[in-house]
């Protein structure tokens, strides 16, 4: 257990609506990062949050959003989806201060567009 | 800009036999390596990582690394495969001169290990 909690685990969805992902981090951890797992572009990075505010931006969708709260927990957006969405989201979360930790990996969010 | 390349999609190795998982990685400055496992239906999993120093790395389960500066590589090795290594093995890199705060990994696209009994 890495101590990353992800919720939901599946969601299943139609085109054109919007879902929210929600993430918490390791006890401590003050940075968080998602990233979508598909088969053909494998894992791809889309943001990081660090204690509140966005660190980096990597393949992010416009219809993607994501926010850090006060309490670290985080949370992504997205909508209008399309059937191209449907991926394996986790997000992940790292010592605070240094760069040389590794990540640790939340199980996932599995989301099915239909 | 910094990426990793894993020139096999699958490995296939006899229970006993070793095993090696390629990888190679392209940064500005220096690397921080990182090797993950994916088990089915499960979160990636921090094997091992090499940030300085010795060139070879140990890590979790038996597995290492061994990092070659000259080649850009960072294979991932294991003197004896046991079928529950069967899983998606996934090489990632840190480039020392990204921005401040900014620590996301960049991730190969994975290698599919079945270990064959």
């Keep these: 257990d890495s101590g990353v909690t992800q919720t939901p685990k599946h969601l299943i969805t139609a085109t054109g609506q919007r879902v ?43 219809r993607f959003s994501a926010q850090q709260f ?15 969405d449907s991926a394996l989201y986790f997000c992940a979360s790292s010592v605070v201060g240094t760069s040389i930790g590794e990540l640790f990996f939340g199980e996932g969010s599995r989301l099915t567009v239909l | 800009a910094q990426s990793v390349a894993q020139p096999e999609d699958q490995v296939n190795v006899a229970e ?30 921090f094997l091992l990582k090499y940030i300085t120093g010795d060139n070879l790395v140990k890590g979790s389960y038996g597995f290492e690394a061994e990092f070659n500066k000259s080649q850009t590589s960072f294979h991932l090795k294991k003197p004896s495969a046991l079928v529950s290594d069967s899983a998606l093995y996934f090489c990632a890199v840190r480039d020392m001169e990204s921005g401040a705060g900014s620590y996301q990994l960049t991730f190969g696209k994975g290698t599919k290990l079945s270990v064959i009994p």
Excluded: M
Excluded at chain 1, 22 to 39: A, E, F, I, K, M
């Design chain 1, 20 to 62: 929210t992902l929600r993430c918490s981090p390791r006890s401590g951890d003050l940075s968080v990062y998602w990233y979508q797992q598909s088969l053909d572009q494998g894992l791809q990075f889309l943001i990081q949050y660090y204690n509140g505010e966005e660190r980096a931006k990597g393949n992010i969708l416009e």
């Design chain 1, 70 to 84: 006060p309490d670290l927990h985080s949370e992504l957006n997205l909508s209008s989806l399309e059937l191209g």
């Design chain 2, 16 to 45: 006993g036999n070793p095993l090696t998982v390629k990888c190679t990685y392209s940064v500005s400055g220096n690397p921080y390596l990182f090797w993950y496992v994916q088990y089915p239906n499960r979160g990636l999993q």
